[in-house]
């Protein structure tokens, strides 16, 4: 969809995606960490340890969403100029970069919980919840962009 409006749109679309990845890697490291700790707990059905097990590496997760979000709000437009040297596609991104801000805000509990149940090897239930999101997300995302919104 990008591509199809404008050269401009796909830059700027590109940069603030690279700030979704950054940050993906970043709490999926901790999605890992609460995959092998919750899958070991279960494993030997310790579910008092599994219960701290998610509340702590919930605890890591929020507080490192909540942190890459400071720093992207504060290093944004040094990233920006960076990326880029295209008045119009700096100016275009930093008019969208708040959603790049929140980003790890809105996906820190999907990347969390993505730990928690693959580490109770539930990954049927994530890949149900995906499917369904998925077809909502794809029509709605095609509607939303024939309307122009």
């Avoid at 070991?40 to 979000?69: C, E, M």
């Avoid at 100029?81 to 100016?91: G, P």
Wanted: aromatic share 14%; glycine share 8%.
């Amino acid at each position: 969809m990008s591509a199809q409006s404008g050269d401009v749109i796909l830059a700027a679309n590109a940069i603030l995606l690279q700030v979704l990845s950054i940050s993906a890697f970043a709490l999926d490291g901790v999605a890992v960490s609460a995959e092998t700790l919750s899958g070991q707990a279960a494993g030997r059905r310790d579910w008092p340890r599994f219960r701290i097990i998610v509340k702590r590496t919930g605890i890591v997760s929020y507080g490192l969403a909540i942190t890459l979000s400071a720093i992207w709000w504060l290093a944004m437009p040094t990233y920006l100029q960076f990326m880029t040297n295209i008045e119009s596609v700096f100016t275009l991104a930093y008019e969208y970069h708040l959603y790049a801000v929140l980003l790890p805000l809105v996906g820190v509990g999907a990347y969390w919980l993505d730990g928690i149940f693959f580490g109770l090897t539930a990954g049927n239930v994530i890949r149900n919840a995906a499917l369904i999101l998925a077809a909502i997300f794809f029509p709605l995302s095609w509607v939303l962009y024939q309307r122009g919104i």
